[in-house]
């Protein structure tokens, strides 16, 4: 089957892109200090010369002291990140390509000594685990305004640094999907409450976002049901549950949904083979992003316990394209093993493709 679909532009309210493949987030922990050096501009310029589409870099964290786990995780806030930053963009840029930081806060996923910052405690809406285990005190409405206050100024220095858009890490049990789910959310004031209630922390990250980026920079949200402490999670159990939990979202500036699954192929609810970003799409309106080994024929817990990855034949989700269920697709994983999987894809030289468990380990 042709992939001639994937190669397609895409336009939209404010955002174009050449074609429809996106490079999803991948964490690399290959920022000593958390700031990203000229081997991570050369990281993702790769990518943009092998022929994605947009590229969505690693989760950045905000200027938050619990904000991540890692000392090598890059930072999105300080002198020398941003300027690290620039230099990326500045890379892409010559490439030809398209890039966007994944701003990020892993909220109660945090553990006791994580780095950078060791003596920082977790912060989450309820102070719940993923687990549903209480740890610490619910956070003042203040606090969480300043949570807030730190995405806006992650967005605003994004767009000043000449990134093309943001996306918000609303998935996997990080902060921001912490507010989401109830296991995890139980307050009782303006960010707690039922479904739709739960999506108010997110609302207000967005409408914040929004104000300092103006109306026409593109925010991207990424969700999941899934959770990296529960791969059984769920936010929402049907289309009308779905439905509820995107508008507020979608009324607050949301211009793509990135709808992270394991696997794209499973589908989301009962009766439909339509999968989360199908789903997502047709409720919301909005343009959406599919993910979830993409490529591959392992999800990513079997490649990294060793099972070997093979390519696998990407006739079904070219085909969601064709069909205008889903408008773009994200590639991670075959990406990392081959930056020039995309142009060996459209020359149909998937033959050459540079894919072993060992390359997609690599990170390089």
Request: glycine share 10%; with cysteine; charged share 25%.
């Amino acid at each position: 089957m042709s992939a001639a679909a994937l190669f397609t532009p895409f336009h939209s309210r404010n955002l174009s892109l050449p074609n429809r493949i996106v490079m999803a987030p991948m964490t690399r922990s290959k920022s000593p200090g958390g700031v990203p050096g000229d081997d991570v501009a050369a990281y993702y310029r790769r990518r943009a010369e092998g022929g994605v589409g947009l590229i969505v870099t690693e989760g950045t964290l905000i200027n938050h002291p619990a904000a991540g786990t890692d000392a090598k995780v890059p930072h999105f806030y300080g002198d020398a990140a941003l300027k690290g930053w620039a230099k990326v963009v500045t890379e892409v840029h010559a490439a030809g390509g398209l890039i966007m930081p994944q701003l990020w806060h892993v909220g109660m996923m945090r553990k006791p000594g994580d780095e950078p910052n060791s003596d920082a405690p977790a912060v989450g809406p309820s102070g719940f685990t993923c687990k549903g285990k209480e740890v610490a005190a619910p956070p003042s409405i203040a606090e969480i305004e300043g949570w807030i206050a730190a995405y806006a100024e992650a967005a605003a220095d994004a767009k000043r640094l000449g990134f093309y858009g943001i996306e918000l890490h609303g998935a996997h049990g990080y902060l921001i999907d912490q507010f989401f789910w109830d296991v995890t959310n139980r307050r009782t004031d303006r960010f707690g409450g039922d479904l739709v209630a739960r999506t108010r922390f997110a609302v207000e990250v967005i409408a914040a976002c929004r104000r300092v980026v103006g109306p026409d920079f593109p925010v991207v949200l990424r969700f999941s049901q899934w959770k990296g402490a529960d791969y059984d999670a769920k936010l929402v159990r049907t289309p009308q549950e779905l439905e509820r939990f995107l508008q507020p979202l979608s009324e607050a500036g949301v211009d793509i949904f990135h709808c992270s699954q394991r696997r794209f192929w499973e589908p989301e609810f009962e009766g439909s083979d339509m999968n989360l970003a199908g789903w997502t799409k047709k409720l919301s309106g909005k343009p959406s992003i599919t993910v979830g080994s993409v490529g591959l024929d392992v999800d990513l817990t079997a490649t990294f316990s060793g099972k070997p990855a093979r390519h696998m034949d990407i006739a079904r989700v070219v085909k969601m394209v064709e069909d205008g269920e889903v408008d773009l697709v994200a590639v991670g994983r075959v990406l990392l093993a081959d930056p020039a999987w995309p142009a060996k894809i459209q020359a149909g030289r998937t033959d050459l493709i540079a894919l072993t468990a060992e390359a997609v380990q690599t990170l390089t």
